[in-house]
């Protein structure tokens, strides 16, 4: 039983992460092994009573992947020798597999829904599957960026990315920061040009930032880039209208 | 051993399918059994050479479903009684979980590239919990329809079918079409409208075809309704582009 859950955890994976031999001149290898560290002291879903954070690091993330994940959390809010709280410009967002269940009134309302229903982007058991991803966003300056690793899962034209696949991350990335900018928002518009294709596996960045409000709609850019920003696989605008619940359910009738 | 490949085959829910009481009034739910009756006579996979087709009706589809795959069918090619073969103006695309595997040579290219990797809309063993599709062509026409079941795993708004996930399949199926007509070729556009939220469990149909051709470039229409077509869901345009298979590999050096 016990192994079983490990299982679904990754457990197994992880701790076979930090048994890997480190090579003490393999400073990526370090910073990745760090990550998974850090995690193996948190208190285990689902022995706590919290959800899993689907975007905390875990094995199948690539040394590059924890290389840029380390580079944006250390800009986020950290606790100092001293026990003080130094804010940082950035904040990293959780992921949940279900957008409902952990708002206010959630769990009622997803067991009237659908209780099997699972959010897409987290919808795999497999970790480094399918989509591998976290969200830090930038309230100052209104924009997010996104760091994703795309699994073997994927593939669209042989070897690389899905253009599906692009287009869904790229719409909760923007959908991310209009709902963290204005409330509850529906896609109404994405225009995505692909610029070069991506193979599978690629670590990118997804920046996405707020280019204009009028009334209920905001209109955000999107890039997505290498790791390292040199080359640029795809760009975006999507456009996004407030919404009430009312307006979500009404459609149901 | 079988009990296991029976469970992978989802033959377990096909044949609880057989064996509901059959209302005789119920003409949607005979037509969903018709369907299913005709898979059960076929040649399964993995006991036969051919690779699975996932655009065979399963158990998971809805009436409704059934009932305009069932119309469709019946506009194909059909063998008549005296053993001739009637020519139909629809064409059913097969549908594999790799594009590459079953093309020419394509075998050993999959292997070379990456042995894990599957066709993002394919990469789910569990029938009818994410993307339950089958694609319909009319060469003369140069259009295509696909009917679209969209699982309780491709959630985005609670209830409703992520933004991404149509535009997986918007991006599927009008590059079928691009692809059907001119052979290799890459997505380099989607413009997407979302007109109304889709409710998880809908089943759609998407509308798609050829607007014009420029050279290299291939630019589609399309439009997602509801199965009885009188709801618009979503409008998008669609642009692709000829490629060389060198172009795509060219890309990961």
């Given at each position: 039983m016990l192994g079983h859950l490990a299982r679904r955890l990754g457990?197994?994976?992880?701790?076979?992460?930090?048994?890997?031999?480190?090579s003490e001149s393999d400073t990526r290898l370090q910073s990745s092994l760090h990550t998974i560290r850090t995690i193996s002291m948190m208190p285990l879903w689902p022995f706590s009573s919290q959800p899993r954070d689907f975007s905390q690091p875990n094995s199948t993330w690539s040394p590059e992947m924890c290389k840029v994940y380390d580079h944006y959390n250390a800009l986020c809010?950290?606790?100092t020798e001293n026990g003080e709280k130094k804010r940082g410009p950035w904040r990293k967002l959780p992921s949940y597999n279900r957008s409902i269940k952990y708002a206010t009134g959630g769990i009622h309302l997803s067991k009237m829904i659908k209780a099997k229903a699972r959010l897409f982007t987290r919808n795999f058991k497999?970790?480094?599957?399918?989509?591998?991803?976290?969200?830090?966003?930038?309230?100052?300056?209104?924009?997010?960026?996104?760091?994703f690793q795309?699994?073997?899962?994927?593939?669209?034209?042989?070897?690389h990315v899905h253009g599906g696949a692009i287009a869904t991350m790229i719409d909760t990335v923007t959908g991310t920061l209009a709902g963290f900018l204005s409330g509850p928002i529906m896609t109404?518009?994405?225009?995505?040009?692909?610029?070069?294709?991506?193979?599978?596996?690629?670590?990118?960045?997804?920046?996405?930032?707020?280019?204009?409000i009028e009334r209920k709609k905001q209109?955000?850019?999107?890039?997505?880039?290498?790791?390292?920003?040199?080359?640029?696989?795809?760009?975006?605008?999507?456009?996004?209208?407030?919404?009430?619940?009312?307006?979500?359910?009404?459609?149901?009738n």
């Open positions: 457990l197994q994976q992880i701790r076979a992460g930090l048994n890997q031999p480190l809010d950290t606790d497999e970790q480094g599957a399918t989509f591998e991803y976290v969200v830090f966003v930038n309230k100052e300056e209104k924009r997010c960026v996104c760091v795309a699994g073997h899962l994927l593939e669209g034209a042989p070897g109404a518009n994405l225009n995505i040009d692909y610029r070069s294709p991506m193979p599978l596996g690629s670590v990118v960045l997804i920046h996405s930032a707020l280019d204009q209109y955000i850019t999107c890039k997505v880039t290498s790791a390292d920003e040199s080359k640029l696989y795809t760009e975006a605008t999507a456009l996004f209208v407030s919404i009430s619940v009312d307006h979500l359910f009404g459609s149901r």
